[in-house]
Each structure stands twice: as structure tokens, then as C-alpha cells.
């Protein structure tokens, strides 16, 4: 099978490694193949998404609340990350607790940040692109977020000055259990 899977310290989070075949000329990889992501126990995807982001920009922590909680396979095509996932799933062993995982252009690893996680980033690199499929479209209603700052969180961001929409700074902080 040309992907691996590597486990995380929360074991829903999953790290996953496409084959390359590098030549010459460059590489070439599968970055999806349905059938062997059904295979290592992921959904269907029902949307692809894009983003691109300045040196700095944080984007998250979001999430869908159900029913339209969304999975998300998200991947750095140029550029790097470091892609934070929190567990929010209150009756969860790991609650508040977080991931991070650096993802590059470079590498072409992919996180997988299933439904009740929060999920977000801090892009390391001026146009970085960020790419990501998702179990479930988004809903307006559905949709929640919280501080990646909040203290409360303990976030080990890049120290790189920070870009956030107000939509982010203004979000709800994390309670403790």
C-alpha cells in the first residue's frame, strides 16, 4: 500500500505519509486514493478546500458542531504550517489536550483531524497553500471556534508576529475540565 499511517499523542489524530517516486525530473505521489483511505478506516470526503496564507496568519481553531461535524484531511502544498489539532470532545481521556504537526510543501504529509477536534494553523511561510478535504459541508449554524491564543490552551505557537481575523481574536476561550 503506498500510504503509512503514524500515530499521534491523541490516537484519532493521524499522520499520513503518501509514497512518492521521485526521478530526475522532480516526483510524482498519489495524494488520494479513495479506496486505501477507506482501507485505513477514513470517510468519504464530500469537498475539497484551499487557502493561502502570509508568513504569521493564523487560521482557527474551528470546528462544525453536529450534525454537520467535519472531518478533514488537510495537507500543505508550498510553504509550511504547523497544524494544530485540539480535542473537544468533552467525555475524551485527551479534553483540551493538542496536537502539532509541522506539514510542508516539502514533506506532502497530510493530518488527519477528525470530527470533535478543533483544528488550525500558523503558516511559517508567505504563501502558503493549504489544502484540505472535508467529510461534511460547512454550516453557517454549525459552525464554532476558539482562541488559538487562549492561554488556557497552551498553544506552543512560531513566535513570528501573528495575523488573525478578528473573528479569531474575538473567539471563546477554552474551559478546563
Known amino acids: ?5 503514524e500515530n499521534t499523542a491523541i490516537p484519532e489524530v493521524k499522520i499520513i505519509i503518501a509514497k512518492k517516486f521521485p526521478d530526475d525530473r522532480g516526483f510524482f505521489m498519489e495524494t488520494y486514493k479513495e479506496q486505501e483511505y477507506l ?3 477514513l470517510p468519504k470526503f464530500v469537498q475539497d478546500n484551499l487557502s493561502e496564507s502570509s ?37 475524551s481521556k485527551t479534553y483540551g489536550k493538542y496536537v502539532a504537526v509541522e ?5 506532502q504529509y497530510s493530518l488527519w483531524v477528525p470530527t470533535g477536534f478543533a483544528h488550525g494553523f500558523q503558516s511559517l511561510q508567505d504563501q502558503t497553500l493549504v489544502h484540505y478535504k472535508v467529510t461534511n459541508y460547512w454550516n453557517s449554524n454549525s459552525e464554532s471556534s476558539l482562541n488559538p491564543l487562549d492561554a488556557n490552551l497552551g498553544i506552543k505557537w512560531i513566535d513570528i508576529p501573528v495575523i488573525m481575523s478578528l473573528k479569531d481574536r474575538e473567539s471563546s476561550g477554552f474551559i478546563k475540565p
Open 1 to 5: 500500500m503506498p500510504i503509512q499511517v
Open 39 to 41: 482501507e485505513i478506516g
Open 55 to 91: 508568513k504569521g496568519v493564523i487560521r482557527g481553531l474551528h470546528w462544525q458542531e453536529p450534525p454537520y461535524g467535519q472531518g478533514k484531511l488537510v495537507s500543505c502544498l508550498s510553504g509550511s504550517i504547523l497544524d494544530v489539532v485540539v480535542d473537544i470532545r468533552r467525555e
Open 103 to 107: 506539514l510542508s510543501g516539502k514533506d
